[in-house]
Structures are given as structure tokens and as C-alpha cells.
């Protein structure tokens, strides 16, 4: 079924996406990345000297503000994107987790279709706070 082929991908991404976003700051000392409050849209840290957590670091500054006050630390250090950016990934790898596991009937889809529809004022807000 394509819905489970596309779940299964989806859920591979976003669920390799989220534990790097968690095992990065592990993998350095402790106070190394902290204080990263900055504006999305825009690159306000130089992340070339931190090899593959650079990378990861770099995204996070891309797309997210990661202000300290709004982010989880782990190891001492902060993690690449807020908590909401985090909580909204941990819900689509947890309801991909489901689809993939249950699969979709027409109705659940249309359900689903819903539940994404849901998610527009989260966009919407993104695309308006950052023009």
C-alpha cells in the first residue's frame, strides 16, 4: 500500500531527524552550545567548526529562534531547536508511528487530513512572524 510505504519513509525521516536533534548535544562537553538566541530565516552562528553536530546546530538555527529560555538542555548543552519545534516533532513521529502500525482506512484518512489542517495557524504563524 502506498499510505504504509509513505508512512514507513516519513516515519524514517522525521524519527532519524528527532534523535539527532537529541544526540547531538550529548556527543559534546558540556557549556558548548548554549546562549543561541537568534531570529529564524537567517544563520547567526558560525557552526563550521563543529563537524556533523555542526550541521545539525545549523539547521536548528536556520529554522528555529532557540531561545534559551524555550529549549531543553541536555549534557549542559542546548538542544538545536525549541521546545515547541521539538514538541511538534515528537507528535508527527508519534502519529506516524501509529499509522504505520495501524494503517489508514478512507475515513481515518480523512481524519488525518484534519488533524494536518490543524497545523496550518502553526505555519501560518511561522510564515507571518518571519516576512
Known amino acids: 500500500m502506498i499510505q504504509d510505504k509513505s508512512a514507513k519513509i516519513l516515519l524514517a525521516f522525521f524519527g532519524i ?14 557549556g ?30 536556520l529554522l528555529c529562534h532557540q531561545e534559551a529560555a ?12 525549541c ?6 516533532l515528537i507528535g508527527l513521529v508519534g502519529g506516524l508511528a501509529v499509522v504505520y502500525r495501524e494503517g489508514l482506512s478512507s475515513r481515518e484518512f480523512k481524519r488525518l487530513m484534519f488533524g494536518l489542517l490543524l497545523l496550518v495557524p502553526t505555519v501560518a504563524e511561522y510564515a507571518v512572524e518571519h516576512v
Request: zero cysteines; glycine letters at 20%.
Open 17 to 30: 531527524s528527532l534523535g539527532l536533534i537529541v544526540v547531538t548535544p550529548m556527543l559534546y562537553p558540556p
Open 32 to 61: 558548548t552550545f548554549s546562549g543561541l538566541d537568534g531570529r529564524p530565516g537567517r544563520m547567526d552562528h558560525d557552526w563550521g567548526g563543529y563537524g556533523a553536530g555542526g550541521i545539525v546546530y545549523a539547521i536548528g538555527d
Open 70 to 81: 524555550r529549549s531543553f538542555f541536555l549534557n549542559g548543552n542546548q538542544l538545536p531547536f
Open 83 to 88: 521546545i515547541r519545534d521539538v514538541g511538534l
